[in-house]
């Protein structure tokens, strides 16, 4: 048997979409000029994925523990503790933690921005006005993130993690009350609510927001937390596929879950998570980590940005910057001596239109030494939807790629 080969997958967050009337009825991807996504369209396999389930609207946690092959009807504790973990926050047994928001609460409880501008300075800050403190009995501690996004730890007796979101969701609807569905859910949503209060009430009138009204920009002035969950019991990644695995991702969500089991995670300087992101130290980053591990998977964040601001244009841009990224990608594969499958699709639809995840599946291509190729010429959504590999679930990638590789375990005698 020939020596056992590499994998390399690339997702654009959030990439796939509807088709955009401003893009002539086409969607971002297949707006956008993508001829090394096409590259590899041609040379590969296509087909569609549901990341989840037809139909069913993937988070990007979801939708990753899926392609790294742990189901997440069985195996998903909540997106919070992945968030904390990703940026180096501890979650001890009995913990609770939250992903949050620093957003814009108007004076008669309306959330008028979510992301409260999208602030990227001055969080640090915000989250040390409000880090250790007490709340019934419950400490709170908040750290910031990327943008406007940070995570919360609660420490604490008997607290429970059925616990509804107090974030709406949605600008322009009223801040929530969390509920919880057990005496110790209870006790945590007590808490989650004491918090928010709290945070309204320290950060009204701190210096990062008097200088944000003074330029007229939107104030961060309360945190809304979302996702509860307890520390998860996951095995190792090298436990559950035979292989070993990096991930080379901006978000700390995704690096959460690779902390958690035990995949190397790349720090990449550049990746900002945004369109200025440096998507060719993401893609080296990526080409680098396959010297010592058998499975990399490396995560473009800016199509999703793009497609929670209904902005067709800027996610047709993020599209372009995929392709460079697979470029690189494609053209490093002639260099090395190990037998590279490369795959690209994306972890869920997040359609401009809705500006939110959606259950359309996306598209895939695979490509490798003797992938068996189709007749799709181009990468896209529509395109991709005759290729060979048909429609598949993000369950069945992470074997597929193994089966390439020769690192599968048989079934059967």
């Known amino acids: 048997m020939s020596a056992r080969g590499k994998a390399l997958l690339l997702i654009g967050d959030g990439l796939g979409d509807r088709p955009c009337p401003e893009l002539a009825g086409l969607t971002p991807v297949e707006a956008a000029k993508t001829p090394n996504l096409d590259r590899l369209a041609a040379a590969g396999e296509c087909g569609l994925i549901d990341p989840i389930a037809p139909g069913i609207p993937p988070g990007s ?34 913990d609770i933690a939250f992903r949050c928001n620093f957003a814009t609460i108007d004076g008669s409880g309306v959330i008028v921005d979510r992301r409260a501008g999208r602030i990227r300075e001055g969080t640090a800050d915000l989250a040390a006005a409000l880090n250790g403190i007490t709340v019934d009995g419950v400490q709170c501690f908040l750290r910031e993130s990327v943008e406007h996004r940070a995570a919360l730890v609660l ?71 979302r996702g509860a969950g307890c520390a998860p019991n996951l095995q190792s990644f090298q436990a559950t596929s035979g292989l070993t695995g990096a991930l080379v991702v901006e978000v700390a969500l995704v690096k959460g879950i690779g902390r958690y089991i035990g995949m190397t995670v790349v720090d990449v300087p550049g990746a900002l998570g945004n369109l200025q992101t440096d998507e060719i130290a993401l893609a080296k980053a990526a ?127």
């Open 155 to 225: 420490g604490g007796e008997k607290l429970g993690d059925r616990v509804t979101d107090a974030d709406p969701h949605a600008d322009g609807q009223p801040l929530l009350q969390a509920t919880g569905d057990d005496a110790n859910s209870k006790r945590t949503a007590a808490a989650i609510n004491a918090f928010v209060a709290r945070s309204r009430e320290v950060l009204a009138d701190h210096p990062v927001n008097r200088a944000r009204a003074e330029r007229g920009d939107p104030v961060a002035n309360i945190v809304l937390p």
């Open 287 to 413: 080409v680098a980590a396959l010297d010592g591990h058998d499975f990399v998977l490396c995560n473009l964040k800016c199509p999703d940005v793009a497609g929670h601001d209904g902005d067709p244009e800027a996610k047709v841009a993020a599209c372009e910057k995929l392709d460079r990224m697979a470029a690189l990608i494609l053209d490093s594969a002639a260099a090395r001596n190990d037998r590279l499958y490369f795959a690209v699709t994306g972890d869920h639809t997040t359609a401009c239109a809705t500006r939110d995840h959606t259950g359309e599946p996306v598209p895939v291509a695979i490509w490798g030494p003797d992938v068996r190729a189709d007749q799709v010429t181009a990468f896209g959504e529509r395109a991709c939807a005759v290729g060979g590999l048909g429609r598949v679930r993000g369950l069945d990638l992470l074997p597929i790629l193994t089966s390439y590789i020769g690192a599968a375990r048989k079934f059967g005698a």
């Open 61 to 94: 946690d979801t939708a990753h523990l899926a392609y790294l092959g742990y189901d997440p009807h069985t195996r998903y504790p909540g997106r919070g503790p992945f968030e904390a973990m990703g940026i180096g926050m501890e979650v001890r047994p009995g």
